[in-house]
């Protein structure tokens, strides 16, 4: 069955776009805003399970997207959430791409916040105050063909980036679009 519409909320300053809409809404790693309403997170990296290993009261009881290594680290570090491996990991994906990559297998419209890397270079997110990282290579120039890839392969989905105005999207796909705020 295909769904209308979900929103993808990423780690990126522009993440603040979003104020809350109706549909399903996927969030990346652990969102800072506490009062980001989202059914669903997306994680893939280890050093986010350290961070809620130590840090249990941030996350609430969801259902998390995740690839089978971390839902085994988090089933035997008793992790609150109902982790769900629907993800295979990919070199240079990030758990943006992944969760959109599951979502266009069931939503014909997928909107995207705060993924600013996908039409900046800027790289940082929102858990850098929270997980310390070591200076990132330019990984948006290895990000932004998988988009392309991505938005290929599901062609019957519509992607919709939102940016705030003034600034300029990358012609990634033709299904995929900018609203700008």
Avoid at 33 to 55: A, G, Q, R, T
Avoid at 76 to 99: C, D, F, I, M
Wanted: glycine content about 4%; aromatic content about 10%.
């Amino acid at each position: 069955m295909i769904l209308s519409h979900a929103h993808l909320v990423g780690n990126g300053k522009c993440s603040q776009l979003f104020a809350g809409h109706s549909g399903t809404v996927v969030a990346c790693n652990v969102p800072k805003n506490k009062s980001l309403h989202y059914d669903i997170l997306s994680i893939i990296d280890e050093k986010v399970c350290l961070y809620l290993d130590k840090n249990r009261t941030t996350i609430k009881p969801v259902t998390i997207w995740c690839t089978e290594s971390i839902k085994t680290y988090a089933e035997q570090k008793k992790l609150p959430g109902k982790w769900e491996a629907v993800y295979t990991k990919l070199h240079r994906w990030n758990s943006g791409h992944l969760a959109v990559q599951h979502l266009a297998k069931t939503y014909k419209n997928i909107h995207m916040w705060g993924m600013d890397s996908m039409f900046t270079d800027d790289l940082t997110s929102e858990m850098d105050d929270r997980i310390a990282r070591p200076k990132r290579p330019p990984l948006n120039k290895e990000w932004r063909p998988n988009w392309t890839k991505l938005f290929t392969q599901a062609k019957d989905t519509n992607f919709i980036v939102h940016i705030p105005k003034g600034m300029q999207g990358v012609d990634y796909a033709e299904n995929c679009c900018y609203e700008y705020h």
